[in-house]
């Protein structure tokens, strides 16, 4: 069963724009992890966060993590066209296996 | 290199079928998934090895068998498919010192069609 729900399902933007993608989990969590698929293919991690974390960056990429509220946010700023994918978090609870949400779908327009 | 092979790429079967996924990964990592996805779906974990011991098993059907001969290698073993499995297959490795889990590096995966 999912861990995660995401929102919003599908988001599409123009390039230079900010994408915001949300991420709520049921459970406890001792780490908190977004990935990114292109179409079809692997997918490609992008950050962790830790539970004793609230705020992430890495290059164009900011996550946040609110434990009491069990969510986390990932913002990806001066979106561009390469930036189109399907964006997923994915959950540690601690049984050493990732639980993944549902996942956004982002479209960056040209 | 950080780079997880999977192979065949594309595999179309039978449902009285015997065929193997096969994933190599050498970066060292001691940690091995197989996830299965569907279209538009997010991945679902299978299978766990953890210094080539099955560690998890997430009630997967025995038409699956996984196996890990080496450090470096997973196969999947598929028999008597149905077609609802046809999906994508995700092998992924990461590093495996302790409970908490690690960035897992993905390959591209194997496109299966169950006919």
């Known amino acids: 069963s999912q861990q995660g729900e995401e929102d919003p399902q599908a988001l599409s933007i123009q390039e230079g724009e900010n994408a915001t993608m949300n991420c709520s989990y049921k459970t406890s969590i001792n780490n908190l992890q977004w990935y990114r698929q292109n179409s079809g293919r692997g997918l490609v991690h992008l950050i962790l966060?830790?539970?004793?974390?609230r705020e992430k960056h890495s290059g164009r990429l900011r996550v946040t993590l609110d434990t009491s509220k069990k969510s986390s946010s990932l913002l990806i700023t001066a979106s561009r066209a390469a930036d189109t994918a399907s964006y997923f978090c994915?959950?540690?609870?601690?049984?050493?296996?990732?639980?993944f949400g549902s996942g956004t779908r982002l479209q960056v327009q040209p | 290199d950080t780079e997880v092979t999977q192979t065949p790429k594309h595999l179309v079967m039978g449902m009285t079928n015997k065929k193997s996924l096969k994933c190599e990964q050498h970066?060292?990592?001691?940690?091995m998934y197989w996830y299965k996805q569907k279209a538009k779906k997010p991945p679902e974990l299978m299978f766990v090895?953890?210094?080539?011991?099955?560690?998890i098993n997430e009630s997967v059907p025995s038409r699956f068998s996984p196996e890990c001969p080496n450090s470096s290698l997973l196969n999947l073993h598929l028999h008597a498919l149905q077609p609802e499995d046809s999906a994508l297959y995700l092998c992924?490795?990461?590093?495996?010192?302790?409970?908490?889990?690690?960035?897992?590096?993905f390959g591209p995966g194997t496109r299966l069609t169950v006919t």
């Open positions: 970066m060292g990592h001691r940690a």
């Open positions: 090895y953890s210094y080539e011991k099955l560690s």
């Open positions: 992924a490795s990461s590093q495996d010192r302790g409970g908490n889990s690690y960035e897992q590096y």
């Open positions: 994915a959950t540690d609870t601690g049984r050493r296996a990732l639980t």
């Open positions: 966060i830790r539970s004793n974390e």
